[in-house]
């Protein structure tokens, strides 16, 4: 009898984390979690309202005040903030700033954190983020932490978008990985670490392909 497991990734920008776990959902026909979406869309609020990205009592019952669903339509993820689909509008290097300023305040993330696990507590979802083995979901049954050098990283991250027509320079996305990197090392509350129990997966060399397949095999190995 196949159990439905959570299935946790954390790792820093670019690693592929989104990638995926949006394949492994898919193959194992699990739910798929982005969890920087939720900060991203609490960000583009903020921003939208012109509140201070410093000003943490105002952003923590902003957080609290506002409706995120996370859809699955075809294969992608659609993002509702309050209604509005703003999955394109998150996407823009100025909300990814803006959300790792948010993810540093502890009452966001703990508004947030409460959602995620409501979201998830009945298992067969895929959770990728920055915390979701270490805070989250510390019992989760199988833990990924990704990575991939800064370079690469930054590669991906400048062919994505090239692609939506972005005219962002490779230099100026390698100092912004390294800068987003920073802070979400650095925070306090719930820094990006790995959990003890995290399984590491270098994904600078490795096709995408070649990385689902292998987190699918340690998931059959825990009976998912
Ligand atoms: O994965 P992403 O680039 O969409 O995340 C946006 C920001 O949110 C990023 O700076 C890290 C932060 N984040 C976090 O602190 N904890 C999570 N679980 C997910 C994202």
New binding site residues.
């Given amino acids: 009898m196949l159990r439905n497991l959570i299935v946790a990734i ?1 790792g820093p ?2 690693s592929g ?2 990638t995926l776990a949006r394949r492994v959902a898919e193959l194992l026909g699990y739910l798929y979690i ?7 869309s609490v ?1 583009l609020k903020a921003l939208r309202r012109g509140i201070s990205l410093e000003a943490q009592e105002h952003l923590t019952s902003l957080a609290a005040e506002t409706r995120i669903d996370l859809r699955a339509q075809d294969g992608t993820q659609q993002v509702f903030l309050d209604g509005e689909d703003v999955t394109a509008a ?1 996407r823009t290097p100025e909300v ?2 803006a ?6 305040v502890p009452g966001v ?1 703990r508004v ?2 409460a959602e ?1 696990r409501r979201a998830g507590e009945r298992g067969g979802v895929v ?6 083995g270490s ?2 979901f510390p019992d989760a049954q199988l833990k990924i932490f990704l990575t991939a050098s800064p370079e690469i990283r930054a590669e991906r991250r400048w062919h994505e978008h090239q692609q939506k027509g972005d005219g962002i320079d490779l230099t100026r996305t390698l100092e912004e990985i390294h800068e ?1 990197d920073r ?2 090392r650095e ?1 306090s509350a ?1 820094p ?1 670490v790995r959990a003890h129990d995290a399984i590491v997966v270098d994904s600078t060399a490795m096709e995408p392909e070649e990385v689902a397949r292998l987190v699918l095999l340690l998931v059959n190995e825990r009976g998912g």
């Fill in positions: 954390d920008v670019g984390k989104s982005d969890t920087g979406a939720m900060y991203r960000a998150i990814a700033q959300a790792s300023k948010v993810a540093v993330r947030l954190v995620q959770m990728e983020g920055r915390d979701i805070v989250v987003r802070r979400d925070r719930s990006l």
